[in-house]
């Protein structure tokens, strides 16, 4: 189990652009332990874009046009 100072460096490290496989390997953490703290902790790197917003509301116009709209007005005729 990786000390909070060892969480620390490795935050450091992984924020100034090393991999999440290279961090780990360097202080003994699993990858998957490693991004699922770097996730929750909502640690992003430097050389990726934010995340665009996702519209939830609106339909996805990459669905086939034969789909029925599930925003329509009928929704039993969806079901």
């Known amino acids: ?42 640690w992003r790197r430097r050389d990726q874009p934010d995340p665009a917003p996702l519209d939830d509301r609106a339909p996805d116009a990459d669905l086939p046009a034969d789909l029925p709209d599930p925003f329509d007005d009928e929704p039993a005729d969806f079901a």
């Open 1 to 42: 189990r990786a000390s909070e100072a060892a969480w620390q460096a490795a935050a450091k490290d992984y924020l100034a652009g090393a991999s999440a496989e290279t961090v780990s390997a360097r202080y003994g953490m699993a990858v998957s332990t490693f991004r699922a703290r770097a996730a929750e902790e909502g």
